[in-house]
């Protein structure tokens, strides 16, 4: 402990080397972090399985509504309440994928930041709702709303990756900021 804040003591060798706890995890809380990492991976996969399975009805809800929709006089043609709702179930489908490839890239594979995932998700979600939308029975303030959400999800997403490219890793994996001032 550290004696003037009461916390873990970090230091560092040199100034390259990251900032290491100057006392190691014991044997037992090792154990126990990997009892933890191995129920949070199992769980991953159940929830990827689960996901799958939610997939696959949707696809199949979504081809039996289109099958319904084209079957039914006039044949082969879609009105426009018909198609606001498929095309509100394909972006169903669209985001379905989109967060079951999120938990096998985020949460199975490590070193993608779980912000950047979140925040597409969450792009994709509003676009879906900006599609589906029928505009004869909302006010001006959900949209105003609407709009908020989008400019703060796409200017939150600039940032990110502008601060992405800012940062780079030395040869030792550490990550350092680039100097961005022009000598």
Known sequence: ????????????????????????????????????????????????????????????????????????PPYLILSVDQLLELFGLFMLVIIGIELLETIMKTYLT?????????LSVAIIAIARKVIILDLKDINGLYLIGIASIILALT???????????GITENAKGIPQIKNSVSK
């Open 1 to 72: 402990m550290c004696p003037v804040r009461h916390t873990p003591c970090f230091t560092a060798k040199s100034p390259d080397e990251p900032l290491s706890n100057s006392k190691k995890p014991g044997r037992k809380e090792s154990t126990m972090l990997d009892l933890l990492k191995r129920f949070e991976r199992f769980l991953i996969q159940i929830l990827m399985i689960m996901m799958a399975i939610v997939l696959l009805l949707v696809t199949i809800d979504l081809g039996w509504t289109i099958y319904k929709d084209i079957s039914q």
């Open 110 to 118: 490590q070193g993608i930041p779980h912000y950047e995932v979140v």
């Open 155 to 165: 200017v939150g997403y600039y940032f990110m990756k502008k601060t992405e490219k």
